[in-house]
């Protein structure tokens, strides 16, 4: 511990942790309290959940960049000179960067340890994932991406969209358990290695659990049920599948049909469309086929 004066100098740190898009450098820390420097890529969204002590004030300071605030009175744009700070939080706000911005960052209770640990450990794993799977780096942002703007389209709260994002980046950490012969086989593969595939979420499920994004689990748990029961690990049906589950099970297959695997090409997007309107109340909710639909339309991908 330092005691007495303490002088830092630029790019001097405690302690840091960097993921793709941000990065959160301990300045300093003392009774309980951290100092932070955080960093954020533009068009990121940017949670600050409930402290586990309620007690919990956290403070942020715009030393550069602009965010956008949703509060219950509208929205608010705030930049450089600009603070805003949480106090006795009792549910999970959020701010979106629309440039790449820095922040200081106070919390009254430490946090630094909390964070980092949690996300570095499942981010690891979602990475690692990635590269064992041939998936292109973007698949699960892009899973992540129209996942978030079906559910948003559909009205869904604040807390469900939340949840989305979450689950969509985790989705597939199960699959860390899976032999790459398997995951990356071209063609079919037998009823024992296909059993492999199927424990994925369930163990991606198990994971979470022991890391304070605990509740999304079920969401993972269910990415592969399908409305008519022929999905996997449990042959969920219709209203036993949560509807966050529902939707990233269309962003997720719209993105691996369109996506090129090493040993095969991927689906042209009106090919991989027609294929969810196919499975349209089978597989799929028609509702949310509807929106992804809608949504390629709007975006210029398809007619
Ligand atoms: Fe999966
Ligand atoms: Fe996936």
Do not use: C
Request: net charge negative.
């Amino acid at each position: 511990m330092n005691q007495g004066l303490y002088i830092g100098k630029r790019n001097e740190f405690i302690d840091r942790f960097t993921q793709s898009s941000a990065e959160l450098r301990l300045l300093a820390k003392g009774d309980g309290t951290e100092v932070m420097f955080q960093t954020v890529r533009a068009n990121e969204t940017v949670f600050i959940e409930p402290g586990k002590v309620k007690e919990t004030m956290e403070f942020f300071y715009i030393l550069e960049g602009e965010i956008r605030i949703d509060t219950d009175n509208g929205q608010s744009i705030m930049k450089q000179g600009d603070y805003f700070y949480t106090n006795y939080l009792d549910k999970t706000v959020e701010f979106n960067t629309l440039t790449d911005v820095a922040l200081l960052y106070v919390s009254t209770q430490p946090l630094f340890g909390y964070i980092s640990e949690t996300i570095r450990d499942l981010t690891e794993i979602a990475k690692k994932v990635e590269k064992k799977d041939s998936y292109t780096h973007s698949h699960i942002q892009r899973v992540k991406d129209y996942a978030a703007k079906i559910g948003n389209r559909m009205g869904l709260s604040k807390e469900k969209n939340q949840n989305i994002v979450f689950a969509s980046l985790l989705h597939d950490i199960g699959k860390i358990n899976v032999p790459d012969e398997i995951l990356n086989k071209p063609g079919r593969l037998t009823d024992e290695e296909f059993e492999y595939i199927k424990r994925h979420p369930g163990d991606g499920a198990e994971m979470v659990k022991k890391t304070s994004y605990e509740y999304i689990w079920q969401i993972i748990e269910q990415h592969h049920e399908r409305i008519d029961g022929s999905g996997y690990p449990h042959g969920l049906k219709g209203d036993e599948i949560l509807i966050e589950a529902k939707i990233i099970a269309v962003s997720d297959t719209y993105d691996a049909m369109t996506t090129d695997r090493p040993y095969r090409k991927g689906l042209s997007s009106i090919q991989a469309v027609e294929e969810l309107k196919r499975l349209s109340g089978i597989h799929y909710e028609k509702e949310i086929v509807d929106v992804m639909m809608n949504i390629l339309i709007e975006e210029g991908v398809i007619e």
